[in-house]
């Protein structure tokens, strides 16, 4: 049973991989319909990933102030 059960999903896994390995194989896209696109639908992504790091780092700097913090207080 469990053989069916890997043998099915190794089915399906493959039938939804050929067709973008055949896309992939098609070769390239048209060069100006790239020079075309643009990112300005992307700009949102930016700035929350922008955030996002700024938050980050302002964590990594909260951290390290108050280990520093802590280990001068353990040395006194």
Known sequence: ???NVRRA???L???ALVPS???AQSG???PEAI????????THMFIAYSIA???ILGWVI???RRLARVERALKE
Do not use: C, E, F, H
């Open 9 to 11: 999903v190794l089915i």
């Open 13 to 15: 896994l493959l039938t």
């Open 35 to 42: 020079a075309g696109q643009n990112l300005r639908g992307y």
């Open 53 to 55: 790091w700024a938050l």
């Open 28 to 30: 390239l896209p048209d």
């Open 21 to 23: 390995l055949l896309q």
């Open 62 to 64: 909260s951290i390290a």
């Open 1 to 3: 049973m469990i053989k």
